[in-house]
């Protein structure tokens, strides 16, 4: 158990519906990571959060939005969605060295 | 262009063989950071290591070794004595964070680890 906790695990929606994913990062960590694996593009970093702030951008959509509360838990709100959506979204946390990530479960998305 | 290429799609070896995994980047930026991940059968991922591009000693943490070389532009990961347990995939990914950030994922080496 690494600590990293996502919610839900399986989700299954619908084209153009919206849906957020939740992550709690391990205790101390004040940096999140979100990533998507699916079998077309693979594996891609989508964005990151340190304390509240977002820190890098990687191939998010625009349709995508993710936000860091202040308890340090984010959610990553995936709108308008599309097939191609279907994926795995793992959340990652890592401490302020940045010399290590712990991840979640994963969250499966299915959108058909 | 930065890319990080995963030649070796599949490797096979049997239970306390020595296995290595190759990576490859490309990148003409003086500052990255280098990471290897593991993606065992059951799904989640593990973060193995991350190298910053200004240090290129050689890491080793139990089995798993890793050769970074930068004339190369290679970051290899050595498996020694494998196990069943190491049966998974690996993936290898390229930071840069000078002007736009970037996270380059390689597409992955599936390891199995026959008994």
């Known amino acids: 158990d690494s600590g990293v906790t996502q919610t839900p695990k399986h989700l299954i929606t619908a084209t153009g519906q919206r849906v957020t994913l939740r992550c709690s990062p391990r205790?101390?960590?004040?940096?999140v990571y979100w990533y998507q694996q699916s079998l077309d593009q693979g594996l891609q970093f989508l964005i990151q959060?340190?304390?509240?702030?977002?820190?890098a951008k990687g191939n998010i959509l625009e349709r995508f939005s993710a936000q860091q509360f202040p308890d340090l838990h984010s959610e990553l709100n995936l709108s308008s969605l599309e097939l191609g959506d279907s994926a795995l979204y793992f959340c990652a946390s890592s401490p302020p060295s940045g010399e290590t990530q712990y991840f979640g479960p994963g969250t499966r998305l299915l959108v058909l | 262009a930065q890319k990080v290429t995963q030649a070796q799609t599949e490797i096979s070896v049997v239970e306390k063989e020595d296995v290595t995994l190759d990576c490859v980047y490309e990148?003409?930026?003086?500052?990255?950071?280098l990471f290897w991940y593991k993606q065992p059968p059951s799904g989640e991922l593990v973060f193995l290591i991350r190298?910053?591009?200004?240090?290129?000693q050689n890491e080793i943490s139990g089995r798993y070794s890793w050769n970074f070389q930068k004339s190369t532009s290679s970051f290899n990961f050595t498996i020694t004595a494998s196990q069943v347990v190491d049966s998974a995939v690996y993936f290898c990914a390229l930071m840069l964070t000078s002007g736009t950030y970037k996270y380059i994922f390689g597409t992955g080496t599936r390891l199995k680890v026959l008994a």
């Open positions: 990148t003409r930026d003086t500052t990255y950071y």
């Open positions: 959060y340190y304390n509240g702030e977002e820190r």
């Open positions: 205790s101390g960590d004040l940096s």
């Open positions: 190298r910053n591009s200004f240090d290129e």
